[in-house]
C-alpha cells in the first residue's frame, strides 16, 4: 500500500513536471500580445496599483493611532473586518454592481492588503523605544518631527514586514481578475480550468509562486537598503 501511495505520488509529480516543460518551451505562451511577458506586467500594475491605494489608506491611520497610543481597539475591528472579507464574492458583488472594470478588481486586493499594513504600522510605532522619544521630544523637536524623524524610521522593519505581506497576498490573489475577463497571470490558470488545458494551469500557478518569491526577495533587497544596520541588528 505503501509503495502503491508513493508511486502515485511520483507520477503526479512527474505530470506536474511534464506540464511545467510543456509551458516552458512552447513558443505560443512567450510571444504575441497573450505572451508571459504581457502578462506578468499586467499582474505587477495591479498588484502595484493596490498596494499603493492600500498603503494611501492604511499607512497614515497606523501612524496616527501608533503615535498617539489612541484607537487599538478601532484598529483591531478595522483590521479583523477586512480580514473576513470574501474576496472572491466581494469582486463578483461589485462586478454585478458596476460593471466589468477595473475598479470591481481593485476594491477587494485593497481590502486584503489593507490590514497586514495597518497593523503592521501601528504595533510598530507602539513599539519604539520610549527613551528615544522622551530623548526626541527633550531636544524639542513638536510631535510631527518626532513621528518622521524618530518613530517611523525606528519601526521601518515593521513597516516593511506589513507591506511585504500585503504585496504576496495581492500577487496570489490578484488570479481572480481573470474570473471578469480581466489580464494577469490568472488568465492561464482560469484558461486552462475551463479548458481542461492543465499545461496552462501548472504553468501559471508556477509563475505566480515565482513572482510571490520575487516580491519577498525585493522586500529584502529593501529592508536591507533603507533600515539603518544599527535597527536591523536589533
Known amino acids: 500500500m505503501v ?4 508511486g502515485k505520488k511520483a507520477g503526479r509529480a512527474v505530470n506536474l513536471l511534464n506540464y511545467l516543460n510543456s509551458f516552458l518551451h512552447d513558443p505560443a505562451y512567450w510571444h504575441g500580445q497573450d505572451s508571459v511577458w504581457q502578462r506578468l506586467l499586467q499582474h505587477c500594475e495591479y498588484t502595484g496599483i493596490a498596494l499603493l491605494a492600500a498603503a494611501v489608506l492604511a499607512f497614515p491611520l497606523g501612524c496616527l493611532t501608533g503615535h498617539t497610543g489612541r484607537g487599538g481597539p478601532l484598529v483591531s475591528v478595522l483590521a479583523t473586518a477586512a480580514r473576513a472579507l470574501p474576496t472572491f464574492g466581494l469582486l463578483v458583488l461589485l462586478t454585478v454592481l458596476m460593471g466589468i472594470g477595473f475598479l470591481p478588481v481593485a476594491v477587494p486586493l485593497v481590502a486584503l492588503a489593507v490590514p497586514p499594513i495597518l497593523l503592521a ?4 510605532i507602539r513599539g519604539v523605544d520610549p527613551a528615544a522619544v522622551d530623548a526626541a521630544r527633550g531636544l524639542g523637536m513638536r510631535p510631527m518631527q518626532i513621528l518622521l524623524q524618530v518613530e517611523i524610521p525606528a519601526a521601518l522593519p515593521s513597516i516593511l514586514n506589513g507591506l511585504r505581506s ?3 497576498q495581492i500577487v496570489a490573489t490578484a488570479t481572480i481578475a481573470a474570473y471578469v475577463s480581466f489580464g494577469g497571470l490568472g488568465r492561464y490558470i482560469v484558461d486552462g480550468l475551463s479548458e481542461y488545458d492543465y499545461v496552462q494551469v501548472v ?3 508556477v509563475l505566480v509562486a515565482l513572482l510571490s518569491i520575487a516580491v519577498l526577495g525585493l522586500f529584502a533587497v529593501l529592508k536591507r537598503v533603507v533600515v539603518s544596520p544599527g535597527i536591523r541588528a536589533r
Do not use: D, E, I, S
Open 203 to 205: 504553468g501559471g500557478a
Open 3 to 6: 509503495a502503491r501511495a508513493l
Open 166 to 168: 500585503a504585496a504576496v
Open 121 to 124: 504600522t501601528h504595533v510598530g
